[in-house]
């Protein structure tokens, strides 16, 4: 299999986490088709420096979320309220509204923080280990438990005021 086989197949295997980044830091259909473009080039890009020693998706994340947050700081944008992940409000949709009034305001408040914890507690949320997020995020093991310890007292308290 030639680079850009095994390149197209890495993407569509993956393709989903990319989803899933330009629904974080994006509010509109045009800026996701846009983001998931420009993510996918710089994979593209950046494809021959990929080394073996960490898992493609993990490299393809930190890849994908570094590109979402250097564009939206390039265009000096805001991210207006984006699902984080489609399967989130199927979920909702089967529990009682109270539930879905919980899932909502969670949401809310997530869209509230900044850039770098909006990429910790998504890839948190998705069952990262500590180990993979310090990879993708490229912080320390220990930062990560201390930064995901101060985002759900934050969110925790921003709920609470509500």
Do not use: C
Not at 37 to 64: G, N, P
Not at 111 to 126: P, R, S
């Amino acid at each position: 299999m030639n680079k850009k086989e095994h390149f197209t197949r890495a993407i569509e295997e993956n393709e989903g986490l990319i989803y899933k980044v330009t629904l974080l830091y994006t509010d509109s259909l045009q800026d996701r088709e846009d983001l998931y473009q420009e993510i996918v080039f710089q994979l593209w890009k950046s494809y021959d420096s990929f080394d073996e020693f960490s898992k493609l998706s993990t490299w393809m994340y930190r890849v994908a979320m570094n590109t979402a947050i250097y564009n939206l700081k390039k265009n000096n944008r805001k991210v207006g309220t984006t699902t984080i992940d489609p399967m989130v409000e199927r979920i909702a949709e089967h529990k009682d509204h109270s539930e879905d009034e919980k899932l909502k305001l969670l949401h809310d408040q997530i869209q509230k923080l900044n850039l770098l914890e909006k990429g910790i507690i998504l890839l948190y949320l998705e069952g990262k280990s500590h180990d993979e997020i310090a990879e993708i995020i490229g912080i320390t093991t220990s930062n990560v438990g201390t930064k995901i310890s101060r985002i759900k007292k934050k969110l925790k308290s921003q709920i609470n005021k509500n």
